[in-house]
């Protein structure tokens, strides 16, 4: 498919979803690097594009002739320039490698732990801290591009507060919608596959018990391969009054 083409068909379906957004609206659409050009310029005739996130997959199949293709962008959209962003809610605790101190030897912007130094610093639209779910980590399932929950957390969380309802028009295996009720939030998602969308209730009923997000606890999130330094502790559940649509096209993925 051309990106004429891609770029026709995002638009048959993008353009009747808009009427149903509320004017205060967050939207967010995922593509590869092939579709990415395609979603910019469709989405330039509904939204206002506010930046383009870039998400690393550390993981993926290597090229001879190539590249190795290991990066998805996530347009971030409004409807307006009236939008809610919570940019507290997304800060990432990063472990500190050169800790300035004052001329009392105290910690300058970052504090000390029985784990290291660490400091809290503010989303950046350069995403590595994300890890493709595997075999042994239980969000994991056979949908070929799913996304983490963590991706799909830091989403919910900036774009949306109390009342707010999310929805997903490709669900796949039903990752937006289960970080939205681990987060207390409203969803409703669609998925045209029986096999994925019988995996999404089956997520969906695991996360009532468990709220907990990989990469997501203490009300921060933690850098790839920190478990080991992160306290016991799940993300607290809040009911949060505006909408946030998650489109996914870099293969209907999540």
């Known amino acids: 498919m051309s990106s004429a083409e891609y770029a026709h068909w995002v638009d048959s379906w993008l353009g009747k979803l808009v009427p149903s957004l509320k004017s205060t609206a967050s939207v967010y659409i995922c593509g590869d690097w092939r579709s990415s050009g395609a979603i910019q310029q469709v989405a330039e005739k509904y939204f206002k594009i506010r930046s ?6 550390e993981k993926g199949r290597g090229a001879k002739t190539n590249w190795k293709n290991n990066s998805e962008d996530i347009w971030f959209c409004t409807l307006s320039d009236q939008y809610h962003f919570d940019v507290e809610a997304v800060k990432l ?3 500190v490698i050169a800790p300035y101190t004052n001329e009392n030897g105290d ?3 970052w504090e ?3 784990h290291g130094g660490y400091c809290l610093t503010h989303p950046s639209n350069i995403w590595t801290d994300l890890t493709v779910p595997f075999w042994s980590m239980s969000e994991n399932t056979d949908h070929p591009t799913q996304k983490p929950e963590k991706l799909l957390a830091k989403i919910i969380l900036a774009s949306t507060r109390p009342g707010d309802f999310v929805f997903d028009p490709f669900l796949g ?9 681990k987060l ?6 669609i998925e045209l596959d029986e096999s994925y969308a019988c995996l999404a209730l089956k ?14 606890s203490g ?8 478990l080991q330094d992160q306290p016991d502790s799940r993300s607290k559940s809040l009911l949060t009054n505006d909408t946030i649509s998650l489109f996914d096209q870099s293969e209907q993925s999540k």
Do not use: C
């Open 52 to 57: 383009r996130i870039t998400w690393e997959r």
């Open 93 to 95: 605790m990063r472990k």
């Open 107 to 109: 910690p300058k912007d």
């Open 112 to 114: 000390r732990t029985e």
């Open 173 to 181: 295996s039903g990752t937006s919608a289960v970080v939205a009720r």
């Open 184 to 189: 207390g939030r409203h969803f409703l998602g």
């Open 203 to 216: 997520r969906l009923e695991l996360a009532e018990n468990n709220n907990s997000i990989q990469g997501y």
């Open 219 to 226: 009300g921060v999130f933690r850098e790839r391969n920190s």
